[in-house]
Nanobody, 124 residues
């Protein structure tokens, strides 16, 4: 399996931006479909966005569409999400995840590898 480490979380005011990174090590990163998920206190983990192994396909949750952009750099074994126009309801722990299937799945159970998470807090 691939090992994943997220970074870039923090505290930001509503309307601000953050970029999260997910560094991968272990098996060949480029074969994995990647996803970002988030989990707020008392809520289930939910899909945010994903990208195919080549980077040619992306998928977004309706709640972030038009505000978040995912990308990946296979040469650097890194996966990103650029988050703009942040809202207080975006506050959560954000996780990156990897799966070997070609489809961008929106269910957590489809992903075999997970990072430890990074906290994003958006103040109003």
């Amino acid at each position: 399996q691939v090992q994943l480490v997220e970074s870039g979380g923090g505290l930001v005011q509503a309307g601000g931006s953050l970029r999260l990174s997910c560094a991968a090590s272990g098996r060949t990163f480029s074969i994995y479909t990647m996803g970002w998920f988030r989990q707020a206190p008392g809520k289930e983990r939910e899909f945010v966005a994903g990208i195919s192994w080549r980077g040619s396909g992306t998928s977004y949750a309706d709640s972030v569409k038009g505000r978040f952009t995912v990308s990946r750099d296979n040469a650097k074994n890194t996966f990103y999400v650029q988050m703009n126009s942040l809202k207080p309801e975006d506050t959560a722990v954000y996780y990156c995840a990897a799966r070997t299937g070609t489809a961008i799945a929106s269910t957590p159970s489809a992903y075999a590898s997970w990072g430890q998470g990074t906290q994003v807090t958006v103040s109003s």
